[in-house]
């Protein structure tokens, strides 16, 4: 059973920074993207940014020059460095992770599918 596990966030002033990271259980898998979704309170779920596991990244435009993503693919966590941020970054932040599909060791045959963590909530306040 894959499971993602978010850590970090918590409450900051305006302009401040804070890190989140999301660890998959499980070091036997493999994982196509991964990144980070946030969703304010009334609002849809909206991506942050994302990273291959060849490390190519894509952001939001709202975040960019801002947030950094990254990940560790021998430990399947991806990370994600948060500066500047502002009262409109305020969230839940949930990690996404894209399984391969394939044979793994201890669990067999797995089928792809994306996976969500529970979400860690970040506030910002003015």
């Known amino acids: 059973q894959v499971q993602l596990v978010e850590s970090g966030g918590g409450s900051v002033q305006a302009g401040g920074s804070l890190s989140v990271s999301c660890a998959a259980s499980?070091?036997?898998?493999?994982?196509?993207?991964m990144g980070w979704y946030r969703q304010a309170p009334g609002l849809q779920r909206e991506l942050v940014a994302k990273?291959?596991?060849?490390?190519?990244?894509n952001y939001a435009d709202s975040v960019k020059g801002r947030f950094t993503i990254s990940r560790d693919n021998a430990k399947n966590t991806v990370y994600l460095r948060m500066n500047s941020l502002k009262p409109e970054d305020t969230a839940v932040y949930y990690c996404?992770?894209?399984?391969?599909?394939?044979?793994?060791?201890?669990?067999?045959?797995?089928?792809?599918?994306?996976?969500w963590g529970k979400g860690t909530r970040v506030t910002v306040t003015s």
């Open positions: 499980g070091s036997i898998y493999r994982f196509n993207d």
């Open positions: 990273i291959t596991s060849g490390g190519s990244t």
């Open positions: 996404n992770a894209e399984l391969v599909p394939g044979w793994y060791r201890g669990a067999g045959h797995v089928p792809g599918g994306s996976y």
